[in-house]
């Protein structure tokens, strides 16, 4: 980023297309930067600095020092610690603008799903950036319970992890592992990581992620709710996720979310981690489902998919001009 001086200034094509990026960058109470000057072919360029603070940049200033900073200003962890019931949709499309859009709109998070859409390690980063930047929660899921996947995408720094497919209490415990460091787990530790902030803050970070960043289960087969006394009993869990998509499949019958046979299992499900202090986590494909769990004791609601929302409404103007 480049700040130039207007005054006295020569015309921009002299000035040089690229610089080294220096570490001059610092933020006070009631100031913006303070910049080094810096002279290159004789124009002086003000450099800053992008840390911890990037993805504050192309809003507001925060005056706080980082130090002072913590994920749960805007967390979604403090929303349901305080009991409240949270929003958010699947998102599969690689595009800033949704994200932006899904955070004007009232959500509380968004879910960038890396198990069904095709987002990859470094454009979730940055859809991570974005919606940090426009005060909506970011939240992972990987493909699978696998321990390298889970530590890419903490690093990464969103504010949770999200995991299907757990099955059994030994699922859970080797997810927290590789979730949290010690004394709680053994999560891998790189201070050079924007889920770090890039080493700004030293070693007392990690106490801190460890506190604030969330663990979220799916737990969406037959198996995994055989054994979800056992499961939900794991420390350092936040959100089960009840699928229902999958639960249908394991009853053999697929697709069929709204069938009695999902809906009572969820149900009981919802009873039991709700009495364990656990937040109920579900899917929900429209608002009247989404009400309908919110009334059964579901307060982690993905409503919708981002794909699926647009499809609705394009289909919904489209009915409505030709009929």
Request: proline share 6%; charged share 20%.
């Amino acid at each position: 980023m480049i700040f130039r001086r207007k005054a006295n200034s020569r015309r921009s094509a002299d000035m040089p297309p690229s610089f080294l990026l220096q570490v001059s960058c610092f933020i006070y109470t009631d100031a913006a930067f303070k910049c080094q000057a810096v002279r290159h072919r004789g124009f002086p360029l003000y450099t800053v600095s992008v840390t911890a603070y990037i993805e504050r940049i192309s809003r507001s200033i925060d005056p706080t020092p980082v130090a002072e900073m913590s994920m749960s200003e805007i967390s979604l962890k403090a929303k349901l610690q305080a009991g409240e019931v949270v929003l958010g949709p699947f998102v599969n499309l690689a595009s800033g603008a949704l994200i932006e859009i899904a955070a004007y709109a009232g959500f509380d998070f968004v879910i960038l799903d890396t198990e069904h859409g095709p987002l990859d390690i470094e454009t979730t980063e940055n859809l991570c950036r974005v919606a940090k930047g426009a005060g909506i929660s970011p939240i992972v899921r990987v493909r699978d319970n696998d321990p390298p996947q889970v530590l890419r995408a903490l690093d990464i720094g969103p504010e949770g992890v999200q995991v299907p497919q757990i099955r059994t209490r030994s699922d859970a415990e080797s997810l927290v592992q590789a979730a949290k460091y010690a004394p709680i787990g053994m999560r891998g530790v790189s201070p050079y990581t924007r889920a770090a902030r890039y080493f700004s803050e030293g070693g007392q970070i990690f106490e801190r992620l460890n506190r604030e960043s969330m663990v979220l289960i799916h737990v969406e087969g037959v198996d995994g709710l055989e054994n979800l006394d056992a499961i939900i009993a794991v420390p350092g869990l936040d959100v089960v996720f009840l699928g229902p998509y999958d639960l249908s499949q394991s009853l053999g019958i697929p697709g069929q979310v709204h069938d009695p046979r999902v809906v009572d299992r969820m149900r009981e499900a919802t009873v039991e981690i709700n009495n364990a202090g656990l937040t109920v986590g579900t899917f929900a494909d429209s608002p009247d489902a989404a009400k309908r769990w919110i009334d059964a004791g579901v307060r982690y609601i993905a409503l919708s998919v981002d794909t699926g929302i647009y499809l609705h409404g394009c289909r919904d103007m489209v009915k409505a001009m030709r009929g």
